[in-house]
């Protein structure tokens, strides 16, 4: 059966399960190692004391781990990244004593292990992907009501607009609201206490699309400094395109432009006066483009990021 990664997260404590039979399953490892460090917390409070990693491709009664352990009556089997699986393997173990939980970054959601989970009455499939922007806001609910902390309006978007969609870097900025000494939050305190401090700047890159090209490089060469800088820079232009392609007016463009970046405002509805979706699935494209050349090449990521820019400001003209 199909269980959200988030329900396993904030959940844990009140989800029980009578088979301990549980597939991780999709491309975001941060979020698979989170939810399978959870599953092995709570089996082992239940009295499962010994873990047994197996290294086999193959899950199959004849290439497991089965041997009773001289210490302990019960035992959790880790896979990762099998390439086979013998479903009739499940029908030979001992469930009061044995959990299997199965790790695989490379299924698609038509292979045949997948489905034989997603549709188990008792076992459990959890897709794990990146987090979607609705999804970052239940986790920083709860998070936020759990531990009493307010964040002003701006502060609380700017949060969800300015982490990563990767969950155990979304958490690590949690972790930093929560011990932060102040239990009301503003967009000052915000801007420090996050990874990146330089966000506006960052922010700034884009809205000098109506700027001439010195001034680009210019910015560009005080902000950026790493290939992190670079993938960061990529990730906020996808998110003011995204915003440009969402409005379908200039009033939806106003409604939906944050309110924190308010000084930014006059820009971003210039640029939307002058695109379409043409010119912004140019720009999308011209993103994916820039990120293959930095996995391939990533020491030049300065003259990449350069010539992104300028591009992207032909793109949008």
């Given amino acids: ?179 932060y000494d102040k239990k009301k939050i503003i967009i000052g305190d915000l801007r420090l206490l996050l990874s990146n401090s330089d966000s506006e700047e960052i922010d700034n890159l884009f809205f000098l699309m109506l700027e001439k090209n010195t001034e680009i490089i210019k910015q560009a060469h005080r902000t950026i400094n790493s290939s992190s800088d670079s993938y960061l820079i990529l990730q906020r232009i996808k998110f003011f395109l995204g915003l440009l392609y969402s409005a379908k007016n200039i009033d939806e463009a106003i409604e939906t432009f944050p309110k924190y970046l308010f000084k930014y405002k006059k820009k971003f509805l210039s640029i939307f006066e002058k695109t379409n979706t043409k010119k912004i699935a140019g720009a999308l494209a011209l993103i994916k483009k820039t990120e293959l050349l930095l996995r391939k090449h990533s020491s030049m990521h300065q003259p990449i990021s350069e010539r992104f820019l300028l591009n992207l400001k032909k793109s949008l003209r």
């Fill in 1 to 179: 059966m199909k269980i959200n990664p988030e329900k396993i997260i904030l959940e844990s404590k009140d989800f029980h399960f009578k088979k301990k039979i549980f597939l991780i399953s999709g491309n975001e490892e941060t979020l698979i190692k989170k939810i399978q460090h959870i599953l092995i917390q709570k089996i082992r409070n239940e009295g499962f004391g010994e873990i047994q990693k197996n290294i086999s491709k193959k899950i199959s009664f004849d290439n497991n781990n089965l041997n009773d352990s001289l210490f302990f009556k019960s035992k959790i089997i880790l896979y990762e990244n099998p390439k086979e699986v013998d479903q009739k393997y499940f029908d030979t173990i001992n469930y009061t004593n044995t959990a299997i939980i199965i790790c695989h970054t490379n299924l698609t959601n038509s292979s045949r292990i997948k489905k034989y989970f997603d549709t188990h009455k008792e076992f459990f499939s959890i897709s794990c992907y990146k987090l979607s922007r609705n999804i970052k806001k239940i986790f920083l609910d709860f998070f936020l009501n759990q531990h009493k902390i307010q964040l002003e309006n701006d502060c609380y978007w700017f949060f969800l607009d300015n982490t990563s969609n990767h969950y155990q870097l979304f958490e690590n900025e949690i972790t930093k609201l929560i011990n």
